[in-house]
């Protein structure tokens, strides 16, 4: 029984957005950081994640039975009351919800649940099924993990927040297609809009390019404004050419499932060296002085 409610939260989903909140919150706290502060931010919002999750399965769960990598999922199987996971998606939303709001602010909260209701509402209930466009809408509610890490913090949405929402959201595009195309049938069989489905996978190839482009000029952004030492440039830049060159070399590739997965499996060893880059390098804004191009618009 246990197993199903701590199954139906995707354990592993939320393990992953926790690396970039971790990420966020020490980017921002600069070497001084609140370990209490940090321990209720990271449960705060796994239970808000958790949430959003426990939502999507039960809406998806007739999508869900027609995919062989989710037809196993606890709704599917009618393990738990339809009602009775309504219920408990909305009592982790509330508890999530006044963790960040008490122990962190405000801001942070406000964060946390237009994530939610992305995720949700627009996401899940709007543009998945029905739009080519699901993709960057549902990676708004992806980018939210980092910022909310970042303003429980700060208790601002400055340059730092911002990039940090573009860089998860352009890194979300390239890693979610790659998903798409190695899961290729799965999607096909439910009828899911995705950009390799409903556009083909050579188109899908050249919007990963132009995106993972656009992530390595994000990346670099935070040390540009002063955020991060040069340590964490030197690195960001080779993970971030070397994104582009794995996108680069699927115009080549005679399997696209196995070029797709491992453009995949970078993905994610890319977003954990970023995380850990931005929380060790990290530096007082003050300390580092901005190249020329970028004084002026120093806030």
């Known amino acids: 029984m246990l197993k199903n409610y701590i199954s139906i939260t995707k354990p592993g989903i939320i393990f992953g957005n926790l690396i970039t909140v971790a990420g966020g919150f020490l980017l921002a706290s600069q070497h001084n950081v609140n370990w209490l502060l940090f321990v209720v931010t990271l449960l705060g919002i796994s239970l808000v994640i958790a949430s959003g999750c426990v939502f999507n399965n039960v809406i998806d769960r007739d999508i869900d039975k027609l995919m062989h990598r989710t037809q196993n999922r606890v709704m599917v199987k009618g393990l738990i009351n339809k009602k009775v996971a309504l219920v408990y998606g909305a009592l982790l939303a509330l508890v999530g919800s006044w963790l960040l709001g008490y122990f962190a602010n405000i801001l942070t909260l406000i964060v946390a ?39 429980a913090v700060s208790n601002t949405l400055d340059v730092g927040g911002i990039i940090l929402f573009a860089m998860l959201t352009l890194w979300q595009m390239p890693h979610s297609y790659a998903i798409a195309i190695f899961r290729f049938k799965d999607y096909s069989a439910a009828n899911i809009p995705v950009l ?23 990346v670099v952004q935070l040390y540009f404004w002063g955020y991060t030492g040069i340590y964490y440039l030197v690195l960001s830049s080779l993970v971030g050419l070397w994104w582009v060159w794995l996108a680069l070399k699927g115009f080549y590739s005679n399997n696209d499932t196995v070029w797709a997965r491992k453009l995949f499996g970078f993905s994610i060893l890319a977003i954990m060296i970023l995380s850990f880059m931005m929380a060790v390098d990290s530096i007082e804004r003050h300390e580092l002085p901005l190249p020329p191009a970028y004084s002026q618009y120093k806030v």
């Open 113 to 151: 649940l237009v994530g939610l209701f992305f995720y949700v509402i627009v996401y899940t209930l709007g543009f998945k099924r029905t739009s080519v466009y699901g993709t960057l809408v549902g990676s708004v509610s992806g980018a939210v993990p980092p910022v909310v890490g970042y303003c």
């Open 196 to 218: 390799p489905i409903s556009k083909g996978i050579k188109h899908a190839k050249i919007s990963m390019l132009i995106y993972t482009i656009l992530f390595l000029l994000a």
